[in-house]
């Protein structure tokens, strides 16, 4: 039963993520560039230019479906 409901977890968490990134990506790319400008150290973040490029928004939506397709597999361990 433990097990179980470990997997529903997992399974809830990659379907959040997933949604997130299939539908949201823009708000996900405007969060990730707010926190890039931040200075750490008085260096700037190598990532910057990439997260501002339109593949970011791509790779996101990768994510998202990948996530969302681990979740469905989680819960259909769990059915079986």
């Known amino acids: 039963m433990k097990e179980n409901l470990i997997v529903i977890f997992f399974g809830c968490f990659f379907f959040t993520v997933g949604l997130f ?4 990506p823009e708000k996900i790319r405007a969060v990730a560039i707010k926190y890039s400008e931040i200075k750490v150290f008085g260096v700037d973040n190598p990532y910057l230019a990439w997260i501002k490029s339109p593949n970011y928004l791509f790779s996101m939506r990768i994510i998202g479906f990948f996530s969302i397709l681990a979740s469905l597999l989680a819960w259909y361990v769990i059915i079986q």
């Open 21 to 24: 990134g299939l539908v949201w």
